[in-house]
């Protein structure tokens, strides 16, 4: 008979990343579960390097408005042209900020359109630690803009610092990759509440801590207080 090696599974169902306390959120001063407005450079730079276990980016990219210019930016996106844009070098600036103050084997969960998942986004990533790991596809239930076919998707990338791994890290095993959610929020970066509660349950434990630095809609700190989680983040706006 022949021997059977046998491998550690890389599923479970507790995670055991150590991340920021909230008392030590509070000693620096940042206020949890509030609207912050500020810039989200110089708040990720508040921060202590690898302390957040989970992080949302939801960027405001200038490329969409330029891909997408149907010449009635002020009619069909004129709550989009509005925000304050980033271009590439904010993303990464970003991105790169966001790398230092995760705990390894923390996750990042991106938002993508179309465009920038087709034309691909790997420079924002190429002087960090963060390995994409996953992609979720949110299914927004309505209509949206497209030369060709009309958009009615978003994506959410999903990405690990280093060292990569599943196993006491993510503890949700049955959410699909495939999302259907409406948002009746309105606001040009409305996201899906259920599927970021979803995620923020799969990766931290009750009482950690999610940051979002450009909050938007701040959609995120409503998942964060739905999973038992406290938030912190900003956005320009407030």
């Given at each position: 008979m022949k021997n059977i090696q046998k491998t550690n599974s890389v599923y479970g169902s507790t995670c055991n990343l150590e991340s920021i306390t909230l008392k030590s959120i509070v000693a620096l001063g940042i206020k949890p579960n509030e609207r912050l407005k500020q810039d989200g450079i110089k708040f990720l730079k508040l921060l202590p390097s690898n302390n957040i276990s989970c992080a949302f980016f939801d960027p405001q990219y200038r490329g969409v408005l330029d891909k997408l210019d149907y010449g009635n930016e002020g009619e069909r996106q004129k709550g989009r042209s509005t925000l304050v844009q980033m271009d590439e070098s904010k993303i990464c600036e970003f991105v790169s900020g966001i790398d230092r103050v995760l705990v390894p084997s923390g996750h990042l969960f991106l938002w993508l359109d179309k465009y920038?998942?087709?034309?691909?986004?790997?420079?924002?990533?190429?002087?960090?630690?963060?390995?994409?790991?996953?992609?979720?596809?949110?299914?927004?239930?309505?209509?949206?803009?497209?030369?060709?076919?009309?958009?009615?998707?978003?994506?959410?990338?999903?990405?690990?610092?280093?060292?990569?791994?599943?196993?006491?890290?993510?503890?949700?095993?049955?959410?699909p990759d495939v999302w259907d959610e409406s948002v009746s929020v309105k606001h040009p970066h409305g996201k899906p509440v259920n599927l970021q509660s979803e995620l923020i349950s799969a990766v931290t434990k009750v009482g950690d801590v999610v940051m979002d630095p450009a909050a938007g809609s701040f959609s995120v700190m409503e998942?964060?207080?739905?999973?038992?989680?406290?938030?912190?983040?900003?956005?320009?706006e407030g």
């Open positions: 920038h998942l087709v034309e691909g986004i790997n420079e924002w990533f190429k002087d960090t630690d963060l390995n994409v790991v996953d992609m979720i596809t949110w299914n927004k239930l309505r209509m949206g803009m497209g030369y060709r076919t009309r958009r009615v998707s978003e994506y959410l990338m999903v990405l690990q610092k280093s060292p990569k791994r599943a196993k006491g890290v993510w503890c949700i095993h049955n959410i998942s964060a207080k739905k999973s038992g989680r406290w938030f912190i983040g900003c956005d320009l």
